[in-house]
């Protein structure tokens, strides 16, 4: 089997070059889902009978929280590649995903809270999901911690690989809390095509949108801040030297 | 449309600072987290642009070195940002 292909992913010059001619079109799709589903979510959602027009949150809430569980098997995928091959540009990866799941992890949590201080009556509850979602956000600052506690040095790679190996068990708590526990927050939901259903198409198309646009932002952010690191890592490489000189 | 004129729009059904705060943070959260990085690499440029002017003396590594840099090649105090 010819494994060429990954090593050629590997490089960051060629990343870094890929990514520049794909961002455009990445942008461009992402602010395009988002005023759609936006717009829809606050405009035409028709108000939940309990919740009334509070239901606008699902859609900022729900992509947010569900795409935030991508970053530990995203760091944890990172971290070992860089362990076993050495991969440069993983690293990288792992570095850059870490701050950035904080912020979704984060935004999911303060969502969240904001939509249940009227819906539930609380602002918090150590509900399955909410603690293993705090839980979360603090590893995240923990392998930011760790990071810069080693001084970005080769035992902080390794250390931060290893965290965020073990860190994806969290994640599969914080998927199946709902079903493994009966605490506040809701069961997982199926959403149909059937027009009568409570959750229909015009539930959840709009949610499609919004989970497609959040999920090409994060792309997006973690090749941009991907992209800076490899400058700053690479800064003695000739390709790098040409590329400031011509701009 | 769920509301018949802006006011309703605004008011949310009673829900105005549920809703805004949190498509507020959203938005916020958005803009830092792609500004932010686009910003970041303008600078970055700039700062090697500066760099290697004074570095100038020094003859570069050839052409055919790729970079040497270990997963965490130390940065100066200046470039730790």
């Known amino acids: 089997?010819?494994?060429?292909?990954?090593?050629?992913?590997?490089?960051?010059?060629?990343?870094?070059?890929?990514?520049?001619?794909?961002?455009?079109?990445?942008?461009?799709?992402?602010?395009?889902?988002?005023?759609?589903?936006?717009?829809?979510?606050?405009?035409?959602?028709?108000?939940?009978?309990q919740q009334g027009l509070t239901n606008r949150i699902f859609y900022v809430h729900v992509p947010v929280a569900s795409i935030s569980l991508a970053f530990f098997p995203l760091m944890a995928m990172a971290g070992t590649v860089f362990l076993v091959w050495r991969m440069k540009l993983a690293d990288v990866v792992l570095k850059v995903a870490?701050?950035?799941g904080a912020w979704f992890t984060a935004l999911a949590l303060a969502s969240g809270s904001i939509w249940g201080v009227d819906t539930w009556g609380t602002w918090w509850v150590w509900d399955g999901r909410l603690t293993s979602l705090l839980l979360q956000f603090f590893l995240l600052l923990g392998v930011v911690s760790l990071r810069t506690a080693l001084e970005d040095s080769e035992g902080a790679a390794r250390a931060c690989a290893l965290l965020s190996i073990v860190g994806c068990i969290n994640v599969v708590v914080i998927k199946y809390s709902?079903?493994?526990?009966?605490?506040?927050?809701?069961?997982?939901?199926?959403?149909?095509?059937?027009?009568?259903?409570?959750?229909?198409?015009?539930?959840?198309?709009p949610l499609i949108f919004m989970i497609v646009a959040v999920y090409l932002f994060f792309a997006i952010s973690l090749i941009l801040?991907?992209?800076?690191?490899?400058l700053q890592r690479e800064k003695r490489a000739q390709w790098v030297m040409d590329l400031v000189a011509k701009s | 449309m769920q509301f018949s004129n802006f006011q309703e729009f605004i008011e949310m059904g009673g829900y105005a600072?549920?809703?805004?705060?949190?498509?507020?943070?959203?938005?916020?959260?958005?803009?830092?987290?792609?500004?932010?990085?686009?910003?970041?690499?303008?600078?970055i440029i700039r700062d090697l642009k500066r760099r290697y002017a004074l570095n100038?003396?020094?003859?570069?590594?050839?052409?055919?070195?790729?970079?040497?840099?270990?997963?965490?090649?130390?940065?100066?105090?200046?470039?730790r940002t």
């Open chain 2, 56 to 79: 100038a003396q020094v003859p570069p590594m050839s052409a055919g070195t790729d970079s040497q840099s270990s997963p965490g090649s130390k940065t100066t105090e200046e470039e």
């Open chain 1, 178 to 205: 709902v079903d493994w526990w009966n605490t506040l927050h809701q069961p997982s939901t199926n959403f149909t095509l059937a027009t009568d259903q409570a959750n229909g198409p015009e539930i959840w198309v």
């Open chain 1, 98 to 100: 870490a701050p950035l």
């Open chain 1, 225 to 230: 801040s991907t992209r800076n690191e490899i």
């Open chain 1, 1 to 49: 089997m010819d494994w060429t292909w990954f090593h050629k992913w590997g490089s960051p010059k060629w990343f870094y070059e890929l990514s520049g001619k794909w961002l455009p079109w990445l942008v461009g799709v992402m602010v395009t889902c988002l005023l759609v589903g936006v717009t829809w979510a606050l405009l035409f959602v028709p108000q939940d009978y």
């Open chain 2, 17 to 43: 600072f549920n809703v805004w705060s949190v498509y507020g943070m959203f938005l916020i959260f958005l803009t830092f987290n792609l500004y932010g990085p686009l910003r970041k690499n303008r600078k």
